[in-house]
């Protein structure tokens, strides 16, 4: 099976920001911005109720108690966006930060809400004030990056990335961002090669997976693809991964002026 590449077309449906991540089945594609989406290192996060929609109500109950709290914000914020309440979200995280002027865990996870409604370049900026260069945080790097390749700037994403690495070397997410990135600027050799490093890892999702499948699709090897987004899976998650790649692969080849479909994925976002 032979594809012709668009990158425009991948830049909407690829893998890439969990900037905000689709499961099919039992895998998880890469949205929006990894996987990448919460706080880092949060009291809100450790007590979060693992149900979205229950955590919005507690969230959203002590957030509305005291508006100005950080920790309710925070809380309320993560919990919305995990329920798919993404403009919510953003609103309620940009007062939080008014509210509470240079609180870096707030500024983080303001800047992921804005990534995840596709306000890239305001992301981008966000994000900057949450870390320093003499303090980075290698999880705000990589989403930095994906912003940057969500606005077609793969080389400076890439540079992005090469300096979460050299704080977290051979983490699988940034990895694959890497990797996706090469596949938008149309070098799928060193994709595919990125994407293998990122899969070689024990601390690789299964997104990881899905998308050295694209890639590897994308370059005509279909029975190859196939083999990898299935291999170690039950049945239904297998087929569930494999209906994901023909769709990936077909939005990729459908005809120039078809109808724009719904984006299913993202660049990854880590935790």
Not at 125 to 137: E, F
Not at 182 to 197: C, G, I, N, T
Request: glycine fraction near 8%.
């Amino acid at each position: 099976m032979r594809q012709r590449f668009s990158p425009a077309r991948l830049l909407a449906s690829a893998s890439l920001i969990a900037v905000v991540a689709v499961s099919l089945g039992g895998c998880t594609a890469m949205s929006k911005l990894s996987d990448v989406t919460g706080s880092i290192g949060s009291k809100a996060e450790a007590a979060a109720p693992t149900d979205p929609t229950r955590a919005v109500e507690v969230y959203g109950e002590r957030y509305r108690a005291n508006p100005k709290d950080a920790e309710a914000a925070l809380g309320y914020g993560q919990a919305l966006r995990a329920n798919g309440q993404r403009a919510q979200a953003a609103a309620v995280l940009e007062q939080a930060t008014i509210a509470n002027p240079g609180n870096k865990a707030l500024l983080a996870q303001y800047g992921r809400a804005l990534a995840d409604n596709g306000n890239f370049q305001q992301a981008f900026d966000v994000l900057s004030k949450a870390h320093s260069p003499d303090n980075p945080d290698w999880r705000l790097l990589s989403v930095q990056g994906a912003a940057l390749d969500q606005m077609g700037r793969h080389d400076e994403a890439r540079s992005y990335y090469a300096s979460a690495l050299k704080i977290a070397p051979g983490d699988p997410g940034v990895l694959s961002n890497v990797g996706l990135s090469y596949m938008l600027s149309r070098d799928l050799p060193k994709a595919e090669d990125a994407l293998r490093q990122a899969y070689a890892s024990p601390r690789a999702s299964a997104r990881v997976r899905q998308n050295l499948g694209l890639v590897v699709g994308l370059q005509g090897r279909f029975t190859e693809a196939e083999t990898i987004v299935k291999a170690d899976l039950p049945p239904d998650q297998a087929a569930a991964n494999v209906a994901y790649l023909k769709e990936m692969l077909s939005r990729n080849d459908s005809p120039r002026g078809a109808p724009k479909r719904t984006p299913v994925a993202s660049l990854s976002q880590p935790d």
